[in-house]
């Protein structure tokens, strides 16, 4: 198909397009005359994919083309790939809290990593993120969240298992890739929108209006 | 104790904390002399509670005046209060999708409200939230995650019970209100975090290199 047929599959518009290949983050389509290129299938997946990471994640261009560069390696191990798009995916967010407090998220993510068995990279930003969370909670008084982590953890193991086996279907490596990326970023708001959910059905039991 | 030690006790500026006073975010301290205000522990909550609001939830000002006063309100009833808080949480995202994806989701999502007996209002923005994660799985060719549906809502009911649990137990309606807005913002950097931190040990033991 031809750029306007892909502007118009994909909804996205013609100038956007020549962008994302002006910055190598969709692959040219192929020559069919001097002035003219086709698009494939592949440009159309390639470009959903990029509205995600840009529109639901909040991704900069720079990171989206570093993700995609990993996506594309035949070479890097799948390992990597994963959780170099988790480092692009994790928001870094302020945090106050007392050192005091970090002291002590510390040692209760540590230990509660080790009960777990996680295997987790010391460098990893969710674990700074989990940290400063739970340092928040006690600092704003709401320690008493944090005292059923691992009942949490567990609950957060099952749907990672179904994560996991969803993505692990996935024909092909490349897809395989791509489903981990998409996974990550819309599996999260669905998790807190079922969640909002759940406890508004919950608070109307509880403390509706009857 | 006088503004000053306010600022050091929460790590908020003065000139930040005289702006939430004119903006109403912070009731007046008590006047101990014509030009001399005295601030207490209830100051010194609100303003980490603002500051959890504005830096973690990345809530505008005039919403978390909103949340305060639905807060601060005697008569409104609890539920109604958690509702208004869970309003202006709900992140508003853009999600590109089919009109025929749309209509599947919306579907499916009534069914498994239907299926797990939540009392849910149809005009809750979690809800909309839902319906255009799902559509847009399926946009994206990943349609094969909302096949879990079930299990993800089963998990999460499971969290939502230990929420509940959490803040029922603070001692009065004031604190049990506060718990619930820092227990949404906060329960849900945890529950990603976890979970980011989940997936990548299982991806370390699937596909690392042993």
Redesign the interface.
Known sequence: MRIGELSKAT?VPVPTIKYYLREGLLPAGELSSPNQASYGETHV?RL??I??LI??AQVPVATVKEILESLDSDTE???EQ??RA?RA???T????STDEARAAATAQVTEL?ER?G????PE?P??A??V???A??Q????G?????LD???E??????????A?V??RPTRDQLAE?VV???I????????????????????????G
Chains 1, 2 share one sequence.
């Open positions: 909804d997946r959903r994919l509205r995600a529109e639901l191990p799948l390992h994963i959780g988790h995916l994790t928001p967010r302020r945090l106050t990593i777990r996680w295997t987790v990279e990893a969710a674990l993120t989990l400063d969370t739970i928040a909670m600092t704003l008084g709401q008493h969240l944090s005292e059923y009942t949490y953890a609950a957060v193991e099952k749907f990672t298992e179904l994560d996991i969803a692990s279907a489903s998409i996974g990550t819309l599996g999260e708001t669905l998790i807190s929108s079922l969640r909002l959910l759940a406890q508004e059905s919950i608070s109307a039991k509880r403390w509706g209006r």
